[in-house]
């Protein structure tokens, strides 16, 4: 075998066992809600009519059809609705949070696309009309009470809660992000972020702070982070001040899960104050 083709095996194998040890830290993180998490796809308008994958978790002591608010957490770049599970650990993070005296609510993921940074793409995909018009309307026929909603996100879903909650598609009780991708301009965007810079200037967050002015925020982000100087400028914009921490950390699941417990917490209070 050549060196290239040995190189190419080893690469299809990594990615192989990567993927397996999703899926096993899936099956465990299904295993351990005791029949508390339910999850599925649907095909959807707003996708060019693609199937979605979608997860709702329920914190101990409820299940499916109980009326509860809801926390719904947009993934990153390259990830996926079990993604918040997997690496974030989001599921154990709800259980401690309930089980330690927070009222109880439910926490959805949805699955929005490699890249889609949560807007309308010329491609014909949609994720933040997915979510709006699809999403939260299912999750509503299943019982959940979602005229009181939350928004979380990572990167770029922390991008895409900012823009559905600041253009008010969605009536988020608060909004709480981690290491958000707010780009100070369009030619500072990564391939397939947007379609060109007049798309840019229709979906800017970063230049319109003004957005989230009276909307409850919490901003996290690592002094690591390529993001560290556009989140704080950002946030020293937005009226009243949020919640922002900048302690250690970089833009990666370890900072992402450190920060998850006390966003939940921040939401919690908001979703039952």
């Known amino acids: 075998m050549s060196a290239r083709a040995s190189r190419r095996a ?3 194998g990594g ?3 990567g993927l397996a040890a999703c899926a096993r830290s899936y099956q465990q993180e299904l295993d351990a809600s005791d029949g508390r998490q339910a999850d599925g796809r649907f095909r959807s308008r707003a996708m ?3 199937e979605v994958g979608w997860a709702v978790r329920y914190p101990p002591g ?7 608010p809801v926390v719904l957490s947009l993934h990153a770049r390259g990830a996926s ?9 989001m599921g154990a993070a709800l259980d401690r949070l309930v089980s330690g005296g927070a009222a109880p609510f439910a926490l959805a993921t949805v699955d929005g696309g490699d890249h889609s940074y949560w807007h309308e793409r010329e491609d014909g995909t949609d994720a933040g009309s997915m979510v709006v018009d699809e999403l939260v309307p299912m999750l509503a026929r299943r019982g959940l009470d979602t005229t009181r909603l939350a928004l979380h996100g990572w ?21 709480a992000v981690a290491s958000p991708a707010l780009f100070t301009e369009a030619g500072h965007t990564p391939p397939g972020a947007f379609d060109g810079a007049a798309d840019y200037r229709r979906n800017d967050v970063y230049g319109r702070p003004d957005l989230l002015h009276g909307v409850p925020l919490r901003v996290d982000c690592g002094r690591s982070d390529p993001f560290y100087a556009a989140a704080r400028t950002f946030v020293a914009r937005v009226h009243p001040a ?4 900048f302690g250690p950390g970089g833009h990666d699941a370890a900072y992402w899960r450190s920060v998850a417990p006390a966003e ?4 919690a209070r908001h979703l039952t104050g």
């Open 81 to 89: 609705h079990r993604t918040a599970f997997t690496a974030l650990g």
């Open 155 to 175: 990167s770029m879903g922390g991008y895409g809660a900012l823009l559905l909650a600041g253009r008010r598609r969605l009536q988020a009780l608060a909004v």
């Open 62 to 68: 409820h299940g499916p059809g109980d009326r509860l």
């Open 242 to 245: 949020p919640v922002a921490t």
């Open 10 to 12: 080893l690469l299809l």
């Open 264 to 267: 939940l917490a921040f939401l």
């Open 15 to 17: 990615a192989a066992a």
């Open 48 to 50: 060019a009519g693609g």
